[in-house]
């Protein structure tokens, strides 16, 4: 598993307008701005995490983006798997939710790829967006 730049500009992001909101939204402007990211990029990712129903928007001098729940109500294997579909450490379609391998009566590898899934699920799931703001990871 390898989480992209999409997942990881997700998370910094979302931290972006959790540090910069005073209440308020924030300008996408401001966000490109402070992450060195691009704006395009920052649009698309935003567009997703809106959808999702991550963050709302207001248009108009004093618009942008805020987040809709507290920091504390994020997860960031929530915000992963918006951004990467399935954070299985393996493509075999059983882990991933998909339809049972062919080979899965008979794969000896198949118990240490769902134990691996299920720690790494239950970790991201652990650690929310006010955990990285504080870096009160473990």
């Given at each position: 598993m390898m989480i992209s730049t999409k997942g990881r500009y997700a998370l910094r992001i979302l931290i972006d307008l959790a540090l910069n909101a005073d209440g308020g939204y924030t300008s996408?402007?401001?966000?490109?701005?402070?992450?060195?990211?691009?704006?395009?990029?920052?649009?698309?990712?935003?567009?997703?995490?809106?959808?999702?129903?991550?963050?709302?928007?207001?248009?108009?001098?004093?618009?942008?983006?805020?987040?809709?729940k507290a920091p504390s109500e994020y997860t960031v294997g929530s915000v992963l798997k918006i951004t990467e579909g399935t954070l299985s450490p393996v493509s075999c379609s059983e882990l991933s939710g998909g339809n049972e391998c062919e080979y899965s009566e008979q794969c000896v590898t198949l118990p240490l790829w769902r134990k691996l899934d299920k720690i790494i699920d239950d970790y991201l799931e652990s650690v929310t967006l006010e955990d990285l703001i504080n870096r009160n990871i473990e």
């Open positions: 996408l402007k401001g966000v490109a701005q402070r992450q060195g990211l691009s704006m395009k990029y920052i649009e698309s990712i935003v567009a997703l995490l809106s959808k999702e129903g991550f963050v709302e928007s207001l248009r108009g001098k004093n618009g942008g983006y805020r987040l809709k």
